[in-house]
């Protein structure tokens, strides 16, 4: 596909959130809104593999725009499917898949609150960046994802306070309505529940992820982040 076409086609998919760049031209660039790419994905990628170097066939989890799934597909010898909860985004990050030539990679258009992952099979390790967060029941999700992985590679939001949070099916919770500045990067649902550090650790230890190496945390009295790379064994 030569640079007139690849135009052609982005300029049918806007609006844009994050854009991406091919041989050297940056294409809707100029169209991102106000979500923009909060780890480089590059980068993100490296630590995946450095985390689960023997990785092959993987999942992703709410896959935006592709940039995850496009970085994870470079990676010799894998399989990438990716799932995505807006067919918006779903059709650009195919065409952010067609346009390198990523053949090993597959978008799947799937709400992950009601699908059982185990239909689509055992896969090596789990990308679930942004999205635990936007869901009604994370502890539910990392169940499913439990059926389906012994790894996973988690990047998410916790709630740094424990104190006035409510208690469902044994978790301590925010409820949180969801106002992500960018609408294509919101959960499907509209009420949605974070939990605190311990009820996050506790979810993965019910799930089975019981060794988790925290690679990354940023900590305060509200919105906390955590990368952390989850094992069962
Ligand atoms: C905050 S973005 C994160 C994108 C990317 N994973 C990252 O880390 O940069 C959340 C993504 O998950 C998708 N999403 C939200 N809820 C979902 C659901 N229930 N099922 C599937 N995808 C969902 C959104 O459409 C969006 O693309």
Request: aromatic residues 8%.
């Amino acid at each position: 596909m030569d640079s007139t076409e690849i135009r052609r086609r982005v300029l049918e998919l806007e609006p844009w959130v994050n854009g991406f760049e091919f041989d050297g031209v940056v294409y809707a660039g100029e169209s991102k809104l106000d979500y923009v790419l909060r780890q480089d994905p590059d980068e993100r990628a490296r630590r995946f593999f450095q985390a689960f170097p023997d990785a092959q066939r993987i999942l992703e989890l709410g896959a935006l725009e592709g940039a995850d799934t496009l970085a994870l597909s470079r990676r010799p010898g894998t399989r990438v499917l990716a799932l995505e909860g807006r067919v918006e985004n779903l059709r650009r990050a195919e065409l952010v898949l067609e346009v390198h030539g990523a053949t090993n990679a597959e978008m799947r258009l799937a709400d992950v609150e009601t699908l059982d992952l185990a239909e689509l099979g055992h896969f090596d390790a789990v990308l679930c960046a942004g999205l635990l967060y936007h869901v009604q029941e994370p502890w539910t999700l990392l169940g499913n994802i439990a059926r389906v992985s012994d790894n996973l590679y988690l990047s998410t939001h916790y709630w740094g306070t424990a104190e006035g949070l409510a208690r469902l099916d044994g978790f301590v919770v925010k409820p949180v309505r969801e106002e992500h500045p960018e609408p294509q990067a919101r959960g499907l649902s509209v009420d949605v529940r974070w939990l605190d550090r311990e009820s996050l650790m506790k979810a993965l230890a019910d799930a089975g992820f019981v060794h988790v190496e925290v690679l990354h945390e940023r900590t305060s009295p509200e919105v906390c982040d955590i990368v952390a790379v989850c094992r069962k064994s």
